[in-house]
């Protein structure tokens, strides 16, 4: 079952901007980008039935012309989801920042505790033959988001290793 990442990763190479708002992290500008894809090519609103009615390579240049025709449409749902990354990004950061300037020794410590209790039950299950496998790896799952989130995505962030263009030149 596809969702509107898919199709936009799908028709990204065709027609860019359209791709972009379709992939984008904000819902509401996926979900509209997506009714005015379907309307054009006269599918159901949902995922799967774009992607189908994108097979044809003819439909791709059909969603250029699209994208040709409401590009100012398009480029202001794709700033707007620019503009809630960036809010968000900014939220995330406010709250480091305000855990570390706290004088509670539990804000200040909260995720290094979570990380290590969480570190100790993937190693616990690893060792437990009584944890179904299925669970194991859910829980290997979740622990590579939280570790690239914890070791990789925040420092690299906070060292300014990793600088966020968000669009703007």
Not at 105 to 113: D, E, F, S
Not at 144 to 158: E, L, N, P, T, W
């Amino acid at each position: 079952m596809a969702d509107w990442k898919d199709v936009g990763r799908f028709i990204a190479g065709a027609a860019p901007i359209l791709g972009g708002a379709l992939g984008g992290p904000m819902g509401a500008v996926a979900g509209a980008a997506g009714q005015l894809v379907a309307s054009f090519l006269g599918v159901e609103p949902e995922p799967d039935a774009v992607l189908a009615a994108t097979a044809d390579p003819q439909t791709l240049l059909r969603l250029r012309e699209l994208e040709d025709r409401q590009r100012e449409r398009l480029l202001d749902w794709r700033t707007r989801q620019l503009d809630a990354e960036e809010r968000q990004e900014a939220e995330r950061t406010r709250r480091h920042q305000a855990d570390m300037a706290s004088d509670s020794v539990l804000a200040k410590n909260v995720r290094p505790l979570c990380l290590l209790v969480f570190t100790a039950a993937i190693v616990g299950g690893t060792f437990m033959s009584e944890v179904p496998m299925e669970k194991l790896g859910a829980l290997t799952d979740l622990g590579y988001g939280i570790y690239g989130y914890y070791f990789i995505g925040r420092s690299a962030f906070d060292k300014g290793a990793v600088r966020m263009n968000w669009g703007k030149r």
